[in-house]
T-cell receptor
Framework: GDSVTQMEGPVTLSEEAFLTINCTYT??????LFWYVQYPGEGLQLLLK?????DKGSNKGFEATYRKETTSFHLEKGSVQVSDSAVYFC????????????FGTGTSLTVIP | DVKVTQSSRYLVKRTGEKVFLECVQD?????MFWYRQDPGLGLRLIYF???????EKGDIPEGYSVSREKKERFSLILESASTNQTSMYLC?????????????FGAGTRLSVL
């Protein structure tokens, strides 16, 4: 069945460091891929998405490229800030399963000054 | 902006109580979802609904039921709360996927069952 695997945390970085959070997926069809972010005490918010192979989603300095050949959608940011501290979830939506969403387990990021 | 409102941020209930978690969205979305979020397990889908009075089981429906009498409101019901239902519960809504395949989330309800 469909699934998403993302790197386990927690991840702790210094401000201005480079961030990568790995995400790989398994899907029966051609899914859309998402990164959601959950700030402390809040619900999940869409960070970025990509709907087909080689698409790049970007928002707030974060980027992720839909790589069909490696079934990956790794999240990157060149210079993290303290305000980026949150939990990040990779997710997919597969039209072959009625576009049900499948979420990874989440990666907690803490950025220290 | 889409707004998904969950009626309570924190709830404390006793084992055996009937618990209602309420969720309201203001964007006329057809689809609504209930997830629970647990450390190390991510989000797991409990139930979802594609229309008023329609419901579908998700991955972990046991011990839960839902009600959708109006389009904007989706309720999660714990018929007899148990300690293993202590969790964060997240409600989400979305338009038809052909229109826009994005889920919008509420802030969550942290439920403790004692």
């Amino acid at each position: 069945g469909d699934s998403v695997t993302q790197m386990e945390g927690p991840v702790t970085l210094s401000e201005e460091a480079f961030l990568t959070i790995n995400c790989t997926y398994t899907a029966t069809g051609y899914p859309s891929l998402f990164w959601y972010v959950q700030y402390p005490g809040e619900g999940l918010q869409l960070l970025l998405k990509a709907t087909k192979a080689d698409d790049k989603g970007s928002n707030k300095g974060f980027e992720a490229t839909y790589r069909k050949e490696t079934t990956s959608f790794h999240l990157e940011k060149g210079s993290v800030q303290v305000s980026d501290s949150a939990v990040y979830f990779c997710a997919l939506s597969d039209p072959n399963t009625g576009n049900q969403f499948y979420f990874g387990t989440g990666t907690s990021l803490t950025v220290i000054p | 902006d889409v707004k998904v409102t969950q009626s309570s941020r924190y709830l404390v209930k006793r084992t055996g109580e009937k618990v209602f978690l309420e969720c309201v969205q203001d964007m006329d979305h057809e689809n609504m979802f209930w997830y629970r979020q647990d450390p190390g397990l991510g989000l797991r889908l409990i139930y979802f609904s594609y229309d008023v009075k329609m419901k579908e089981k998700g991955d972990i429906p046991e011990g839960y039921s839902v009600s959708r009498e109006k389009k904007e409101r989706f309720s999660l019901i714990l018929e007899s709360a148990s300690t293993n239902q202590t969790s964060m519960y997240l409600c989400a809504s979305s338009p038809p996927t052909a229109v826009k395949n994005i889920q919008y989330f509420g802030a969550g309800t942290r439920l403790s069952v004692l």
